[in-house]
């Protein structure tokens, strides 16, 4: 679900590009790693071609296309369809897997458990399967979880966040980052980031789970929240939200952000998830440690190459200044997608 970066309008591969990205996102969705980075490699690469490659020879001399994914290409061009993709080769238990993977929370491990159970439709979810109440949400709202959120509506969710932050604290900041900082012409879902330059991470969140998050919902913008999850001290709350004059219920994600961590919290929450990837991965080779906190040196690992301390804090606030300690040339977020 990675449609975003230097636009494909106008390219001569948009159909290829479209039927390679949603083999990419069934890919993630299973948790295919490998497959997931080959052909987002593969997109990444159609979309700087200035003509449409249509044969496997032509597909093949391209960097980053493997002999596999030239033949697909060819495939697809020629068909104007992928196999893989239709319902002819793929057993009923494979389509009920893609489908139960797109059930809100419901990870590899669920989906094959009611797999297991023999339900194969949303309706055997709704009426056999014993769903927690967060599922239930992910199954009653799961045709509007799946769809794209054109750009000019994610403005305005992030406009109704903003508003009702700055009502209870005008000093707070909020950014809508993830996939629409990168630029996007629609996004999977809403990623707000919510800091405040002298706050402390227990102020913003204790000023936002008690005062804005319940304005929001009184409000009738936010619908339900569906998860907190707390790693590395931050917080991310997980809900749904949805416009005065509209029925779609949107996913939505709030980052609390404290102060001292703004620019390594943009820098991890604008990704994509692999560009994040790989900035982890060069700190590494360079001793340094990259997270969504801060860039930091001096961290000691044991044996097991797990952490023994935190090290010191290189940058946090600033996201230029970690490119730049990084030796990395400045990249737009429109140019973060890998
Ligand atoms: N992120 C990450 N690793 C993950 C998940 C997320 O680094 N496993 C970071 C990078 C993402 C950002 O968080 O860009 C937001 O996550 P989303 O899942 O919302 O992804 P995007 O906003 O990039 O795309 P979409 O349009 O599908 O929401
Ligand atoms: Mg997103
Ligand atoms: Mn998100």
Redesign the pocket.
Known sequence: ??H?GVAAKGNPNTRTIEILQKMADYYSKTADNWRTIAYRKAIAALRRQPTRISTKAQALAIPGIGDRLADKIEEIVSTDRLRRLENTDVTPEDKALQLFLGVYGAGFAQASKWIAKGYRSLEDLKTKADLSTNQQIGVDHYYDFQQRIPRDEVSMHGKAVRDAVLAVDPSMEVMV????R?G?AD???I?VLITKAKGTIESIRALMLDHVVPRLVKQGFLKTSLAVTSRDDGSKWHGASALPDKDVWRRI?LLFVPGDEIGAALL??????IF??SMRLLARKKGLCLNQRGLYKDILRGPDQVKTTNGSLLEGRDEKRIFAILGVPWRPPEHRVC
Not at 268 to 273: A, E, R, S, V
Request: net charge negative.
């Open positions: 679900q990675k975003d980052a993830g996939s629409y990168r996007a996004c999977g879902d990623d994600d991890y929450f604008t990704g994509n998830d994040n990837r």
